[in-house]
């Protein structure tokens, strides 16, 4: 009786591994009839709340919401601080992330990548006040940036003596910076031309700094391993590039009618090499 119990919990065990193993988070997702999706939902115009209609927009929801069609599922966004964005996802509480993540080889260890669908730098904004006109001269100054991102670690990098005061969001980062907190607030420089309009007539008292600190594919992040996920992911950004709707969707959200007025694109969606 003992050795049958201990073959039946074997053979038991040996069936949820093997059940385990092939599980697939392609296919549960059309199970449940919907993908949720992370996002930073304060950070235009990559995700952000609509004023008007209180729904989640902006560029990168608009591709998550082309994968979410593609796959046949209903997207749910479910805002995430910086910090946050990899352990969600590893833990299983959103499917992907759409959530201007920057990819790096650090981070190839925890989670992967989609094709690379953003390349943005990060500068610094500071007040005209302060005298600083370029990034070497705010060694030993207090500069503000978001938590858990790669801001914080790049400015140090770039500026080894530098301060660096975090804050949960980037927009608590910028008010810190109207405060008087600190002399500089670090962002990606799309995120950073568009709080920097926001300022209206204050515009005239800050500046960005010419230099940028650092160079970040931007890339959607998904579940490590998921081979099917990863291949209808990517291949939907193939898609939109193909037919030319990846240079539209540029064009609504950064290109020249914008309040962010790029003049060009300087990337495709076509690797996930970094």
């Known amino acids: 009786m003992h050795s049958r119990l201990q073959w039946l919990l074997a053979a038991?065990?040996?069936?949820?591994?093997?059940?385990?193993?092939?599980?697939?988070?392609?296919?549960?997702?059309?199970?449940?009839?919907?993908?949720?999706?992370?996002?930073?939902?304060?950070?235009?115009?990559?995700?952000?709340?609509?004023?008007?209609?209180?729904?989640?927009?902006?560029?990168?929801?608009?591709?998550?919401?082309?994968?979410?069609?593609?796959?046949?599922?209903?997207?749910?966004?479910?805002?995430?601080?910086?910090?946050?964005?990899?352990?969600?996802?590893?833990?299983?509480?959103?499917?992907?992330?759409?959530?201007?993540?920057?990819?790096?080889?650090?981070?190839?260890?925890?989670?992967?990548?989609?094709?690379?669908?953003?390349?943005t730098g990060q500068k610094v904004l500071v007040k005209t006040s302060s005298g600083i006109a370029d990034v070497p001269q705010l060694a030993g100054k207090k500069v503000l940036t978001v938590k858990g991102g790669t801001q914080e670690p790049n400015t140090r990098k770039a500026v080894p003596s530098v301060d660096v005061v975090t804050f949960d969001t980037t927009q608590q980062a910028f008010l810190a910076l109207q405060q008087g907190k600190g002399v500089g607030y670090v962002n990606d420089?799309?995120?950073?031309?568009?709080?920097?309009?926001?300022?209206?007539?204050?515009?005239?008292?800050?500046?960005?700094?010419?230099?940028?600190?650092?160079v970040e594919p931007i890339a959607l992040g998904l579940k490590k391993g998921e081979k099917n996920m990863k291949s209808v992911v990517d291949g939907v950004l193939r898609d939109l590039e193909a037919s030319g709707e990846a240079n539209k969707l540029f064009a609504k959200w950064y290109g020249p009618e914008t309040k962010l007025q790029f003049n060009k694109r300087s990337f495709t969606f076509a690797s996930d090499q970094i």
């Open 12 to 119: 038991t065990l040996a069936s949820g591994l093997l059940s385990a193993a092939h599980a697939d988070q392609l296919d549960d997702i059309k199970k449940k009839g919907e993908i949720v999706i992370g996002v930073l939902g304060t950070d235009e115009p990559n995700s952000f709340v609509d004023p008007k209609t209180s729904e989640m927009v902006g560029y990168e929801i608009d591709i998550a919401n082309a994968v979410a069609r593609k796959i046949g599922v209903k997207p749910v966004f479910k805002q995430l601080t910086t910090a946050a964005r990899i352990p969600e996802l590893q833990q299983g509480h959103v499917d992907i992330l759409a959530a201007s993540l920057t990819h790096n080889k650090e981070r190839e260890a925890q989670i992967d990548f989609s094709l690379t669908t953003f390349v």
């Open 189 to 214: 420089e799309t995120s950073l031309v568009n709080d920097y309009a926001k300022l209206g007539a204050a515009k005239k008292d800050y500046a960005i700094l010419p230099t940028s600190i650092s």
